[in-house]
Every structure is written in structure tokens, then in C-alpha cells.
């Protein structure tokens, strides 16, 4: 069965294969999604092009997500190709390396009103121009982290800006539910992404979340498509303002049992 048969949809935060976004975008075509792609910087066109050429995508351009310009000429694109959209997934954050190591009261006031800007704000930026395109209702989904609940090491100002998105998600949920347009997030586990490298110890933290979840593994970017794949269905049809967990479990933990040593 073909959940999405004849939706159109946009996907922001294409990076490369192992993008989550591009977990999403598999499953999406694999269940009849026309689907466009957003990326960026010019640097990922190179690795963002032949992906879409695996699944038959033809709308293929960057975004600026911090430009209004950048923003406002993406959507305007999308209209002309789409007509109207059903679906939009924000898969976007940054913030600059070196705010992602040491403490977090080091933060720069640049660097913090940058990842709030790119992470967080953006969502509602796309949303503003995504709204008149779906005529016939839809589903937003973004992606979050755990470290938006609770204190994750290295995690610093990306954890207060994924705070500042799921508060977002809830803003815009209780809004855009007049119009029939559902907004949810999706915290999944650590996964191996060009973003999360960005991290110190990273994988640590893969190591770490592994041997203590209840499912004793990390998740996968197919894992994380097929929950969007709900959340963008009918399936959810009744769900907006949510924050699914994908993350093997690992949130339910309060003192996970110490691993014998190796």
C-alpha cells in the first residue's frame, strides 16, 4: 500500500547518503511521494544531485534557510514545479564547531543567535511560506534530539536551540491546526550524520547509547523515515504538536546499568 501516493513534498537538510533526510526521502518514494529536494550549501550539490537521481527527483535547489530572499525565491520555485505542496520535512541545524566542545557557558553571542537562527527559527520561516501552498491541509515534521530534554555532553548550544524547536513545533501545531496542517518532530537516536560529526566524542556517544538502550542498538535512518512515513499518513491524521521518540528507547532511562568493563 502506497501511503503517500500523489503527495508532494519538500525535503530541507539534504546533505548526503547518510543524511536522515534522505532516509526519509527513500521511504517517501517507496510510498508514491513526488518529491523535491533543498540542500544548503553549493559544497553538497554534488553529493545531493546524484541522490535524487536515484529516486526520480527533478526539483533539486539551495536554500539559504537564515536568508528571507533565499527563502521567499525557494518557495516561489516550488509553486511553479508543485503547484502545491502536502508535506514539508525540516531537517536543519547548525551551529560552529567550536561551540560544540568545552562548556557551554563559553557560548558566543554569534554563535548562539546562529544555531538559533538556522536550527530553530527556521522551521517557522519555511512554515510561513509552506502554508498557502497546502490548500488541501498537511503534515510538517522536524527533526529533534534528546539533548533537547536533558543535558547531553558537547551538545551545548544545539541542545538549547532543539529545545527552542520543540517549543516551536508545539506554537505552530496549536496554529496551523485551523488550516488542517499537522506539525510533529521526530527525536531520534544518534546516528552517523555529517552534522553529528560535528560533535565532540561522537562516538562515544553512539558506543555509549548502544550497550545501555533497552533495545541495545542504535537506530537507522530507515527507522527514522518510517516514523515520518506515519507521521505524514493518514495513519496520523489525528496527531499534531507530538514529539516521537526514535531513539531505541533510550529517553525512558533514568540511571542505565553501568556495562561491565570490557
Known amino acids: 500500500m502506497n501511503l503517500l501516493e500523489g503527495k508532494k513534498v519538500l525535503i530541507f537538510g539534504i546533505a548526503n547518503k547518510r543524511s536522515i533526510a534522505w532516509g526519509i526521502a527513500k521511504t517517501f518514494h517507496e510510498h508514491g511521494a513526488e518529491i523535491g529536494f533543498s540542500y544548503g550549501i553549493p559544497q553538497l550539490e554534488r553529493r ?21 530572499d533565499a527563502i521567499d525565491a525557494l518557495f516561489a520555485k516550488a509553486e511553479a514545479h508543485f503547484g502545491q505542496i502536502d508535506i514539508l520535512i525540516h531537517s536543519v541545524a547548525y551551529a560552529p564547531r567550536e ?48 539533548g533537547a530534554e536533558k543535558v547531553v555532553p558537547h551538545y551545548n548550544v544545539m ?12 506554537y505552530l501545531a496549536a496554529e496551523m491546526g485551523e488550516q488542517n496542517i499537522r506539525v510533529n518532530a521526530i527525536s531520534a537516536g544518534p546516528i552517523k550524520t555529517l552534522s553529528a560529526a560535528g560533535i565532540a566524542g561522537f562516538r562515544k556517544m553512539l558506543k555509549y547509547t548502544e550497550e545501555r538502550n533497552p533495545l541495545r542498538r542504535n537506530v537507522s535512518q530507515e527507522e527514522v523515515g518510517r516514523s515520518a512515513l506515519y507521521l505524514c499518513s493518514d495513519l496520523a491524521s489525528g496527531v499534531t504538536g507530538e514529539v516521537i521518540h526514535v531513539d531505541a528507547g533510550y529517553h525512558i532511562l533514568g540511571m542505565p546499568e553501568p556495562v561491565e568493563e570490557l
Open 159 to 170: 541542545g538549547v536551540a532543539k529545545a527552542a524547536l520543540e517549543a516551536t513545533t508545539r
Open 48 to 68: 545531493v544531485r546524484p541522490l535524487a537521481a536515484q529516486i526520480g527527483v527533478e526539483f533539486v535547489e539551495i536554500c539559504d534557510v537564515s536568508s528571507d
Open 99 to 146: 561551540e560544540l566542545t568545552g562548556k557551554f557557558l563559553d557560548t558566543s553571542r554569534e554563535g548562539f543567535a546562529q544555531a538559533m537562527d538556522i536550527s530553530a527559527y527556521s522551521l517557522v520561516a519555511l512554515v510561513r511560506r509552506a502554508a498557502p501552498l497546502m490548500v488541501d491541509g498537511g503534515s510538517i515534521v522536524c527533526m529533534t534530539y534528546y
